[in-house]
């Protein structure tokens, strides 16, 4: 069993994990904090690294909310302004194309809870990839479990993101920049993807 927080079109790292891993859980019984890979990824802009972030309803009371319970803000654009950012960013890439329908229907879709948008957004990667879909969710929080990866959500700390590169849009510009969202290796290698991930541990 390995154990990770559901996040929004997860970094590469946390997919290499994934796909090296027999069984996956995730871990919806914790708090809910800002800035982690929960509500927000990277991609690869023309300017370089692009931060797209999911708004989420903070509530009146101060108390804290779990991952589970955890609103996306209804009086926002976020999912129009993604798909456009998504788009001018990649709309060239080798493989966009055959993706693009399937992901304007998460960014196009009405959603009330994040959890939702990360569940799809992790269901999305994994039928591209043609590998199975299949996922459990904690019935309680997990403290020590053996195969922690929960920590590969910190968007603070950057673990097991040594690497080797790949072509990417922007690079003549900016040079490689590693670990971003799952979305720049899939549009940029589409199939081939799934060999990039397998069988190359993670130090953490």
Avoid at 42 to 50: L, R, S, T
Wanted: with cysteine.
């Amino acid at each position: 069993m390995a154990l990770f927080l559901p996040t929004y079109f997860s970094p590469i790292s946390q997919y290499r994990a994934m796909l090296n891993s027999d069984e996956i859980v995730f871990e919806v019984e914790d708090n809910f904090q800002k800035q982690t890979y929960r509500n927000r990824c990277y991609i690869f802009g023309a300017n370089g690294k692009q931060l797209l972030n999911i708004p989420v309803k903070h509530l009146e009371n101060n108390n804290r909310k779990k991952t589970r319970d955890t609103l996306v803000e209804p009086n926002s654009n976020w999912q129009s302004q993604h798909l456009k950012s998504i788009q001018t960013a990649y709309r060239n890439s080798p493989f966009f194309e055959f993706y693009e329908d399937d992901l304007q229907s998460i960014l196009k879709k009405r959603y009330t809870y994040l959890l939702d948008v990360n569940i799809d957004s992790y269901l999305f990667i994994m039928d591209a990839l043609q590998i199975s879909e299949s996922y459990t969710k904690t019935q309680e929080f997990d403290v020590s479990p053996q195969n922690d990866y929960r920590i590969l959500a910190n968007a603070k700390q950057q673990h097991g993101t040594s690497f080797e590169s790949y072509v990417q849009m922007f690079d003549d510009k900016h040079g490689f920049i590693s670990n971003l969202s799952i979305l720049d290796l899939l549009f940029m290698e589409g199939p081939n993807t799934i060999s990039f991930l397998e069988n190359k541990p993670l130090n953490l």
